[in-house]
Structures are given as C-alpha cells and as structure tokens.
C-alpha cells in the first residue's frame, strides 16, 4: 500500500464511529448519620438514634462493613463520666445508643464520640421517663413491585416497597417493615418519615449499580405477612400494627 492510501485510510478511521462506552460511576458508600435533635433532651430509656447516608465522601469507606449505623466503639460521655452505650439494633441500618441509668433530677450533659475521640454530637439526658404518646401504625396497603432494568453489560431486577398508612404522627421518625413468617418478627426495611410527608412511604428501593446498602436490609415478597412499627427521635418504638398481606 502507498504511503498515499494509508494516510487515506488513517483519515477515514478517524472519522468512523466509535462504540459506545461503558459509563463508569463512582461507588456509593455509606455513612453514620445522627437523627437525634441535639435540643430535645433524651428521656429515660431513650438514647441517641443512628440511621446511615449514602455518601461519595472517602471518609465514609470506614463505616462500609456489615452496618453503618452499627460502631462498637463509639463511646459516650455522661457528665464527666465516659461509658460505653448500650447499642440497640431497631433494624439494618438504624440502631439506638443509649446511655444507660442518668442520675439526678436535672438534665445531664451527654456527648457521643466516635472511635477517635471526634465529637459527632452533643445532647442532654433526664433521668426520668416522658410520656410516649405514638400509637402503633394503622396500614391501608403494602406492595412490592419489581421490574427489569438494563444498563448495556449492566443488567438485573429493582424492586421497590411502599407501606400506605392512614397519617404519618407527629414525633415519628422512621417507619420498621418485619417480616413475621418465624416465631420473632425480623426487621427487614425502615424509612425515615416526617409528619408533614405523604402517607405512601417506600420502605426499600434496590440500590443502583453503584449502590450498597447495609446487610439485612431485603424487600418483603409479594404473597408473605409483615408488620410494621413507629420510631420516634429516641430509638423508642411503638407496638405492632396489625399483619397485612404484601401485593
């Protein structure tokens, strides 16, 4: 061949249409996030209420194993004494720490740190009880729909879980699915809820391709019986509602 025809030809290739490209996405990671409000003080027996985030920040890579919300050595500080919480685990990804037995009438200055020493909040604890006024759920509907999805060389199924309630409390923060085919109910799902939401709450929702979610945390199937419980900013959770067949 000519030296004439292979630039001829060099030129025609690079116009040629090129196969599309595999987009790469980033890994989603997961993190602690704090759902007490630091201004209301902790009631007896309510503690310090942890959820999870999805973040891209790398500071997140050390909470990546099997539970976010779950960190055995965070420590607390009640006044000046430092404890060790008693961790409490309401369903995959969302865990309560509490500080134990607070002395004293008046309330009790308490900080949460993590492994390192890093303040993550600061809140105040009371010794004695408060009125828990939320009553356990009442459920119009639960349904778990699931369809295909394609990506090119990415494919598979997304299944989304939505629990339809008749209105949504003041003072609830997070809605529980369990499942109940065993003797126990097992938490399988939450979802955080504000009053002010609709009252159609999706409780799952499968993670992209990129995505992770903490270990546990499944859709209920269509056919099977779970019930659902309010949480309110303290890790203090309501009854049972009534089963309900998902569809």
């Known amino acids: 061949m000519s030296r004439l025809a292979v630039v001829a030809l060099a030129a025609a290739l690079s116009f040629a249409p090129s196969a599309p490209a595999q987009a790469k996405c980033a890994p989603t990671l997961l993190a602690p996030q704090l759902l007490t409000h630091p201004a209301d003080p902790i009631p007896a027996g309510g503690g310090v209420l942890v959820g999870y985030i999805h973040s891209r920040d790398d500071d997140a890579a ?45 309330p009790t200055a308490l900080t949460l740190r993590d492994g390192k020493g890093k303040k993550l909040g600061a809140f105040s604890a009371r010794g004695r009880a408060a009125a828990f006024a939320l009553s356990a759920p009442t459920v119009t509907s639960a349904t778990t729909v699931t369809t295909t999805v394609d990506y090119g060389r990415y494919q598979g199924t997304k299944e989304i879980s939505t629990v339809v309630v008749d209105a949504i409390p003041r003072g609830a ?75």
Do not use: H
């Open 173 to 247: 923060v997070a809605l529980v699915a369990y499942r109940t085919s065993g003797a126990t109910p097992v938490p399988i799902a939450w979802a955080r809820v504000e009053a002010s939401s609709k009252p159609a709450i999706e409780i799952y929702a499968t993670p992209g391709r990129c995505g992770t979610e903490p270990d546990g945390l499944s859709a209920p199937t269509t056919g099977e019986s779970i019930v659902v419980a309010w949480v309110d900013q303290f890790g203090q959770r309501t009854s049972m509602s009534a089963p309900i067949r998902v569809k």
């Open 62 to 106: 050390a909470a990546r194993g099997a539970d976010p919300a779950v960190n055995a050595d965070w420590k607390m500080t009640v006044a000046k004494r430092r404890v060790a919480p008693r961790i409490e685990v309401l369903a995959p990804g969302l865990a309560v720490y509490r500080p134990g037995a607070i002395r004293g009438a008046r």
